[in-house]
């Protein structure tokens, strides 16, 4: 919880052969506030093994 005026932003993003991925962290205050965070990956490789796999290749 944050009190007073004032926010904040963070954001990062990978982009690998083993990962895609993206953090997010953003908060805002007038009085009293809060925030919110997100994290989402994905790995592209492994996608396409199990994707492979299910159609037999």
């Known amino acids: 919880m944050m009190y007073g005026i004032g926010g904040h932003a ?3 993003a990978e982009v690998t052969w083993d990962n895609v991925g993206v953090s ?3 908060g805002a205050a007038f009085g009293l506030g809060g925030g919110v965070s997100l994290d989402l990956s994905i790995s592209p490789s ?3 093994d199990t994707v492979g796999g299910w159609l037999g290749f």
Do not use: G, K, Y
Request: glycine share 0%; no cysteine.
């Open 46 to 48: 492994d996608t396409i």
């Open 24 to 26: 997010l962290d953003v």
């Open 10 to 12: 963070n954001v990062e």
